[in-house]
């Protein structure tokens, strides 16, 4: 009988969350987005109003528009709210309410809230290799993604993202039932986690029929019902009331435009400099060429995406594009529904969403960079792959903290997240490359093993290529000009040209990180 690798030790975890907890602590007073007041008016709502009224109120702009368990979650916020400070949840007085004690209290939601994420990162490395399970949480517990996204600019993801990781947690010991239902779950929190719902009902479809027909029946049956009732406890209030139809169009605005404000480094971002390309050509070669009124380079989001040249691009066309993206991950987890292959498929499909989606949003880049760090540790591609991917993505949401202080907090948490990278991944790696060199076969003596170990000594470290290094040194370059050179060259001339610099920039890294995903889905072992 095979022993199962002890657990990293419990103390250790604690320390990582105790330091991350620390550091959340700090951030409390810095910069707040829209988004505060959003989740702030959202207690006042749930809190003041009928249920059948939660997704049709307009007392103020930022309506509802997240599915019924957020809604749920935020009435059991408003609770403790009402105690702290009762303006909090007053739907008239306490719109665009910035005290301390709402401030003090969000925060701490947020933070409180990620003990989620923790346990869900306990579960995952209980049985995994020590040094394996230690590599996991500066890349999760740790990541400045979330910390940015969730504790500067507020949000609830590292909530939702525990909820994400604990059931690939249980898809990956097997438990298909518990890990379908968690994701019925999460979608119920969230319905942007939608993307990954074609993976999973392709591998649980081939699962459930593994063995007997009848088994196989019992098993879908058996989810389906899960399932199901876990819809009916989301929407079924909603239906009684007659909300269902309009919770549907406000869950999904299709009138918001292509792209958001910022344009989220994806395939569209090609798309549209293409368009814009061709349209100055032509128009210099004298053709008649009738720009559109809604302009993407100037930020605004309308209800259509006007194209120039190329052809119109339609939320349908989209839907199209992300299933055509998916089609090789769907081939692969129905013709060999491989338990340890879960983590990767689902990032895979996030990638997918989040390149060719519809008004993408950058922050979305939080929902294939986090289920990708359980990969990192698989082998050494990985984790190349992985270094590269969470710098590129973690600099694409800096536009997303603009104010002067808070940039040294942005620059100082990508430099630290860095350092923790590459001191974890060559622990690890370098660790196992001299394992490997000095094995027995190393030993023998002869100068064929010398030879040998000499060569995994120095191969089977981690390191970065030349090619790698060139394009993180290019960031430099793009950050140098929007934060020191454009000011002084341009001065307010194309005030759109950084933001769109560093859209374009790490559009080329998440491309090739889904292509690289792409190929190692592809090239996997049957």
């Given at each position: 009988m095979r022993n199962t690798p002890p657990p990293p030790p419990i103390s250790e975890l604690r320390?990582?969350?105790?330091?991350?907890?620390?550091?959340?602590?700090?951030?409390?007073?810095?910069?707040?987005?829209?988004?505060?007041?959003?989740?702030?008016?959202?207690?006042?709502?749930?809190r003041s109003l009928p249920l059948s009224r939660w997704y049709s109120d307009e007392t103020s702009l930022w309506t509802l528009d997240y599915p019924p368990f957020f809604a749920f979650f935020e009435v059991l916020l408003s609770?403790?709210?009402?105690?702290?400070?009762?303006?909090?949840?007053?739907?008239?007085?306490?719109l665009n309410y910035d005290s301390d004690s709402v401030v003090l209290f969000q925060r701490i939601t947020v933070i409180a809230a990620d003990s989620c994420l923790f346990y869900a990162v306990y579960r995952l490395t209980r049985k995994w290799e020590p040094c394996k399970g230690r590599l996991i949480c500066p890349l999760v517990i740790w990541s400045p993604m979330l910390l940015i996204v969730d504790h500067v600019h507020f949000q609830y993801n590292g909530f939702l993202l525990g909820i994400l990781l604990l059931s690939i947690s249980y898809l990956s010991e097997g438990k298909d039932l518990a890990g379908g239902c968690l994701f019925a779950i999460l979608l119920c929190f969230k319905h942007l986690f939608a993307v990954a719902a074609p993976v999973y009902f392709v591998y649980m479809l081939r699962r459930c029929f593994r063995g007997t027909f009848a088994r196989g029946f019992g098993r879908l049956s058996a989810l389906g019902?899960?399932?199901?009732?876990?819809?009916?406890?989301?929407?079924?209030?909603?239906?009684?009331?007659?909300?269902?139809?309009?919770?549907?169009?406000?869950?999904?605005?299709?009138?918001?435009?292509?792209?958001?404000?910022?344009?989220?480094?994806?395939?569209?971002?090609?798309?549209?400099?293409?368009?814009?390309?061709?349209?100055?050509?032509?128009?210099?070669?004298?053709?008649?060429?009738?720009?559109?009124?809604?302009?993407?380079?100037g930020g605004l989001v309308g209800n259509?995406?006007?194209?120039?040249?190329?052809?119109?691009?339609?939320?349908?066309?989209?839907?199209?594009?992300?299933?055509?993206?998916?089609?090789?991950?769907?081939?692969?987890?129905?013709?060999?529904p491989q338990p340890?292959?879960?983590?990767?498929?689902?990032?895979?499909?996030?990638?997918?969403?989040?390149?060719?989606?519809?008004?993408?949003?950058?922050?979305?880049?939080?929902?294939?960079?986090?289920?990708?760090?359980?990969?990192?540790?698989?082998?050494?591609?990985?984790?190349?792959?992985?270094?590269?991917?969470?710098?590129?993505?973690?600099?694409?949401?800096?536009?997303?903290?603009?104010?002067?202080?808070?940039?040294?907090?942005?620059?100082?948490?990508?430099?630290?997240?860095?350092?923790?990278?590459?001191?974890?991944?060559?622990?690890?790696?370098?660790?196992?490359?001299?394992?490997?060199?000095?094995?027995?076969?190393?030993?023998?003596?002869?100068?064929?093993?010398?030879?040998?170990?000499?060569?995994?000594?120095?191969?089977?470290?981690?390191?970065?290529?030349?090619?790698?290094?060139?394009?993180?040194?290019?960031i430099l370059l793009v950050e140098s000009w929007g934060q020191f050179l454009h000011p002084y060259i341009l001065g307010n001339k194309l005030p759109f040209l950084p933001l769109?610099?560093?859209?374009?920039?790490?559009?080329?890294?998440?491309?090739?990180?889904?292509?690289?995903?792409?190929?190692?889905?592809?090239r996997c072992s049957s």
């Open positions: 320390w990582h969350v105790a330091v991350a907890t620390c550091l959340k602590l700090l951030l409390i007073p810095s910069y707040r987005s829209t988004d505060f007041e959003v989740h702030r008016h959202w207690l006042a709502l749930t609770y403790p709210a009402r105690v702290v400070d009762p303006a909090i949840v007053h739907l008239h007085r306490g019902m899960a399932v199901v009732a876990i819809f009916a406890a989301a929407y079924g209030p909603f239906i009684y009331h007659g909300q269902m139809q309009q919770v549907i169009r406000r869950m999904f605005p299709f009138g918001r435009g292509l792209c958001h404000a910022y344009w989220a480094p994806n395939f569209w971002v090609f798309y549209i400099i293409m368009d814009k390309l061709l349209s100055f050509v032509l128009r210099r070669l004298g053709f008649d060429i009738q720009m559109p009124e809604a302009s993407f380079t259509s995406s006007p194209f120039a040249v190329l052809p119109q691009i339609t939320p349908l066309t989209t839907f199209i594009m992300v299933l055509l993206a998916l089609s090789p991950c769907l081939i692969k987890a129905w013709r060999n340890k292959d879960a983590a990767r498929w689902i990032a895979y499909a996030y990638t997918s969403g989040f390149l060719f989606g519809w008004h993408v949003h950058e922050k979305a880049s939080l929902h294939f960079v986090i289920p990708l760090a359980l990969t990192a540790a698989q082998s050494l591609g990985d984790a190349k792959h992985y270094f590269c991917l969470s710098i590129v993505s973690c600099y694409s949401l800096f536009p997303l903290l603009y104010e002067a202080q808070e940039y040294p907090i942005k620059v100082l948490l990508l430099l630290l997240h860095c350092m923790a990278m590459f001191l974890s991944f060559s622990a690890l790696f370098d660790g196992s490359a001299r394992a490997k060199a000095t094995g027995p076969e190393s030993r023998k003596g002869d100068q064929s093993g010398e030879k040998r170990s000499s060569r995994l000594a120095k191969e089977g470290g981690f390191t970065i290529g030349w090619i790698t290094k060139c394009y993180l040194f290019g769109m610099m560093i859209s374009v920039y790490c559009a080329f890294g998440i491309m090739y990180s889904w292509l690289w995903q792409l190929r190692s889905i592809v």
